[in-house]
C-alpha cells in the first residue's frame, strides 16, 4: 500500500473509480484530501482522527474554535452521528443530498474528534450531491470533516486550480473534478429548538421555509462560531471590497451584476443562479489581475442574492 505523500507533494488524482480508491486510502492513513462537492471543494479528513483534523487546521491556518461540517454518503449515516429533530428530517428528505447542512445533538457515542465540534455538543453534517464526492464518502464508510479547501478567510475554491494555488504542497492531494455547479457554500440551519439559518448557501431560504411551513429566524454573524462560515471577515480577496457600487471610482475594478459596464460581470443577465456560481471563481480572477481596490454592483438580497451578499459582506469586512 501507498504511503501518504509529504507535504512538498500534492497529488493530483483523477475523477475515476482509481482516483477515488487513492483518495480514500489517503483519508484513511490519516491525510487531507480535497475533493469536489457540488457547493465549494472540500479539504477533507477522517472526522473520527484527532491528528487528521489537526491537519486540516495547520494547512488552512484555521482558528480552531471555528468547527466543521462532517460530510457523510447519506441519512443513515448522518442518523448515526446526531440526533434529528422532527424538522430535520422534513429538511433531509426535501433536500439530501444536495447544499443543506444542519447543526444537530451530537450522540454520544458518535465518536467524531472534538476538533471537528469545536468542544460544542452538536454537529454540523451534510450530504453532498455530487457524482465524485458520494462514491468516495460511501467507500470512506464515515464522516469526512471538510471545510473549504482553501487557506483560513480566503477565497473559497471551485475549481481544482483554486485549490492548487492555496494549498499546493501543504495537502496530500486533490482530486479533480472540474468546477463546481452550485458555487457558494451550502446552507447551514440549526435548530433551537425551532428552526434557525445560521448560514446563507447555495439552497435558497424560501425553499426551506416552504417545506417547514414557518419563517426562519435569522442568526448569521457571530464572534465565536456555532457553526461554519459565520466569520465577520470571511471569503476574503487580496483588494480592498466597496460593496453595492453603482460605478467604478479612480483605481478600481468593478465586479458587475447585470447590464453595467464591468471588468467582470458576475451575470450580465441578472441571474443570481449564474452569479452564485461565477463568485468565487470571478475573485479569483481579480486577485489573479492584482486588482488593489474592488467596487461590487448591488446584488438583489432574495434567492441566492442572499447567499451572495453574505459573502460579499464577509470579503469587505475589516480584516482580523
Not at 107 to 135: E, F, I, Q, W
Not at 139 to 161: K, L, M, Q
Request: hydrophobic fraction near 45%.
Amino acid at each position: 500500500m501507498k504511503t501518504a505523500p509529504t507535504q512538498s507533494q500534492t497529488e493530483k488524482l483523477t475523477n475515476d473509480p482509481v482516483g477515488i480508491r487513492r483518495a480514500v486510502e489517503l483519508l484513511k492513513s490519516g491525510a487531507q484530501v480535497a475533493f469536489p462537492t457540488e457547493t465549494v471543494y472540500g479539504l477533507g479528513a477522517d472526522a473520527c482522527n484527532d491528528t487528521a483534523i489537526a491537519g486540516i487546521y495547520a494547512a488552512k491556518g484555521r482558528p480552531s474554535f471555528n468547527p466543521l461540517i462532517a460530510h457523510v454518503a447519506d441519512e443513515a449515516m448522518a442518523r448515526k452521528l446526531v440526533d434529528f429533530t422532527p424538522g430535520a428530517g422534513r429538511l433531509a428528505a426535501a433536500f439530501w443530498p444536495g447544499a443543506l447542512t444542519m447543526v444537530l445533538p451530537l450522540n454520544p457515542d458518535a465518536g467524531v474528534s472534538k476538533l471537528v465540534t469545536a468542544g460544542m455538543d452538536t454537529l454540523a453534517v451534510r450530504v453532498p450531491d455530487h457524482p465524485l464526492a458520494h462514491p468516495l464518502l460511501r467507500d470512506f464508510g464515515g464522516p469526512v470533516a471538510a471545510p473549504s479547501a482553501n487557506p483560513s478567510g480566503r477565497i473559497s475554491p471551485t475549481h481544482s486550480d483554486h485549490v492548487m494555488a492555496g494549498l499546493d504542497g501543504k495537502i496530500a492531494a486533490v482530486v479533480l473534478g472540474g468546477a463546481c455547479g452550485v458555487g457558494v457554500e451550502s446552507t447551514i440551519i440549526g435548530f433551537d429548538p425551532d428552526p434557525v439559518l445560521l448560514r446563507a448557501g447555495g439552497l435558497p431560504v424560501e425553499a426551506i421555509e416552504a417545506c417547514l411551513g414557518q419563517p426562519l429566524r435569522h442568526i448569521v454573524n457571530a464572534d465565536m462560531p456555532t457553526a461554519p462560515g459565520q466569520l465577520s471577515s470571511h471569503y476574503a480577496p487580496r483588494g480592498d471590497v466597496r460593496l453595492n457600487a453603482d460605478a467604478a471610482q479612480s483605481g478600481e475594478v468593478l465586479l458587475g451584476f447585470g447590464y453595467v459596464d464591468a471588468t467582470l460581470n458576475l451575470s450580465p443577465t441578472g441571474d443570481l443562479i449564474e452569479a452564485a456560481a461565477n463568485l468565487f471563481e470571478m475573485l479569483h480572477q481579480l486577485d489573479a489581475m492584482g486588482a488593489d481596490k474592488i467596487a461590487i454592483s448591488p446584488i438583489p438580497n432574495t434567492g441566492l442574492g442572499l447567499a451572495i451578499n453574505d459573502r460579499l459582506r464577509r470579503a469587505a469586512a475589516p480584516r482580523p
